[in-house]
């Protein structure tokens, strides 16, 4: 599981630190389907992030509050390398379980009755949101006619020596 969101976190800064080159208007771009302009959807995804370790029980003191509010990239980045030593801290020690079930008190602040939440299904969640938005913002670059950073597995494998070339025997 750690693995998992070492690549997710890996991959959402890499895709930050890609449209941070890109000018204002076309950080504002955005695709029919899509959830919202690029700027938008990587706050959407950190934000998220931010949830859904509050979930499992870790805040971020300079992060309490977890609604969009138009941030830009500068300030996301920094927040999103919060959200990395975050999720290093949850799995340092032997608390994080996969099967321990949490409730969901966000959802009450929405008015909605909290549920009973497994943290494994919100780990999984935690890749899985971002890797979908991450997905919304490579198609709005596809669509304008901009480059989209390689942000697979196997890149990231490739850059953290995980996947190499062998010796032909």
């Given at each position: 599981m750690l693995r998992q969101l070492r690549h997710d976190?890996?991959?959402t800064q890499k895709l930050i630190e890609h449209c941070r080159a890109l000018t204002p208007a076309q950080q504002e771009l955005t695709t029919p389907g899509t959830y919202g302009t690029i700027r938008a959807t990587l706050e959407?995804?950190?934000?998220?992030?931010?949830?859904?370790?509050?979930?499992?029980?870790i805040t971020l003191a300079?992060?309490?509050?977890?609604?969009e509010h138009g941030m830009g990239l500068d300030e996301i980045l920094p927040l999103h390398a919060k959200v990395r030593d975050a999720v290093e801290r949850l799995f340092a020690g032997a608390e994080f379980?996969?099967?321990?079930?949490?409730v969901d008190m966000l959802r009450r602040d929405r008015g909605d009755p909290p549920l009973g939440i497994e943290?494994?299904?919100?780990?999984?969640?935690?890749?899985?949101?971002?890797?979908?938005?991450?997905a919304h913002v490579g198609t709005i670059l596809g669509a304008h006619g901009l480059d989209a950073p390689n942000l697979d597995v196997w890149a990231y494998g490739t850059e953290i020596g995980a996947v190499k070339p062998l010796p032909r025997a």
């Open positions: 976190i890996w991959a959407h995804v950190v934000v998220g992030e931010l949830r859904y370790l509050a979930r499992l029980g300079d992060a309490k509050d977890l609604r379980e996969p099967d321990r079930v949490v943290s494994w299904v919100l780990v999984t969640q935690f890749a899985h949101h971002g890797s979908d938005h991450r």
